[in-house]
């Protein structure tokens, strides 16, 4: 005879865009030379030993304890994501990491870091997103299905699309091309997945191809998110104004388990706005004049109820 109880604990996901984790070398086929000691950011290894402090920080701040899952966007190579995991203030905390290798220009690619312990990845891949005439490569999306420490099979997507370089409306089917990999993915999974599907979309929730998603079911959890210090009302400031371009989607039957949704706008995060007035991000670049900050984007959180059964002997 047994009895069956259940057990509730707490899955927290991170995303970050780190606003340019590039290490201090060349990597042969980027553009990445402004990233190099003598290049226009003159990146030293001072430098970019306290962008990866600064970034292990951040996402320490996040939640009360270590987060589970920490999506990142704009981290260049492994060696960025080794040392992040292995040599900064995260060293000891246990995360591992995939992360696509994508044909963009520049070199960035976005990365999942996890604790095996409670997510164990199954299978991962590489979406890649062909890119329309006159469209610069960009980044793949990241695939990661995985089982988590209740016994749930997780999907987690991490996107990172094209930028509004031309404006916004020209630029429009390039982000698009996302959503379209996006949807022949999720055909596959069928109706009763549970997915995430976070990133930078460098677009706002009632843009086309993110009202796109939703039509499949998914909802945007951080739509309306908030900071938890009552600051932000986005994850970055443009002339004053905060907006999301950071964004958590989920499928129906995980939106039953979200608990928490929120920007992390800690004080340490921010900096005053001189010309607007208010705080900003306080990012580690404006325009080229270098400062010991974070990123450019403030982190989203969201925590999800994770139940289990237990069978206890009688």
């Not at 069956?4 to 780190?18: G, H, K, Q």
């Not at 997510?119 to 610069?136: I, K, N, Q």
């Amino acid at each position: 005879m047994f009895l069956t109880i259940l057990l509730s604990s707490f899955l927290t996901l991170v995303e970050l865009n780190c606003e340019n984790l590039f290490d201090t070398c060349h990597d042969v086929g980027k553009e990445d030379t402004e990233f190099l000691p003598d290049g226009t950011h003159h990146w030293s290894s001072v430098r970019y030993w306290s962008k990866q402090n600064r970034i292990a920080q951040e996402i320490l701040s996040c939640s009360d304890g270590l987060p589970d899952l920490v999506a990142l966007i704009e981290v260049e190579n492994d060696t960025v994501l080794h040392d992040l995991t292995h040599r900064s203030l995260l060293r000891n905390a246990g995360y591992e990491y995939l992360m696509t290798e994508s044909p963009d220009l520049r070199g960035i690619d976005v990365a999942l870091l996890y604790q095996p312990a409670i997510f164990r990845p199954l299978c991962y891949d590489c979406l890649e997103v062909p890119p329309l005439s006159g469209m610069r490569p960009t980044r793949d999306i990241l695939y990661v299905r995985g089982c988590c420490s209740n016994g749930d099979t997780l999907n987690v997507f991490v996107v990172h699309s094209p930028s509004r370089y031309g404006g916004e409306r020209l630029s429009r089917p390039n982000r698009r091309q996302v959503v379209i990999q996006l949807q022949h993915k999720l055909a596959e999974l069928g109706p009763t997945a549970h997915v995430i599907i976070t990133g930078d979309f460098n677009d706002y929730c009632d843009s086309p191809a993110l009202m796109e998603l939703c039509t499949l079911g998914l909802r945007n959890i951080t739509c309306d998110a908030r900071g938890l210090h009552g600051v932000a009302s986005g994850t970055y400031r443009y002339r004053g104004e905060w907006h999301s371009l950071d964004h958590v989607f989920v499928s129906p039957l995980l939106y039953n388990k979200v608990d928490a949704a929120y920007i992390n706008d800690a004080p340490f995060l921010l900096e005053d706005e001189p010309l607007y007035g208010g705080k900003r991000p306080f990012r580690t670049f404006q325009n080229y004049r270098y400062q010991p900050g974070f990123s450019d984007h403030l982190p989203l959180v969201a925590r999800f109820v994770m139940d289990k059964d237990v069978k206890l002997p009688l």
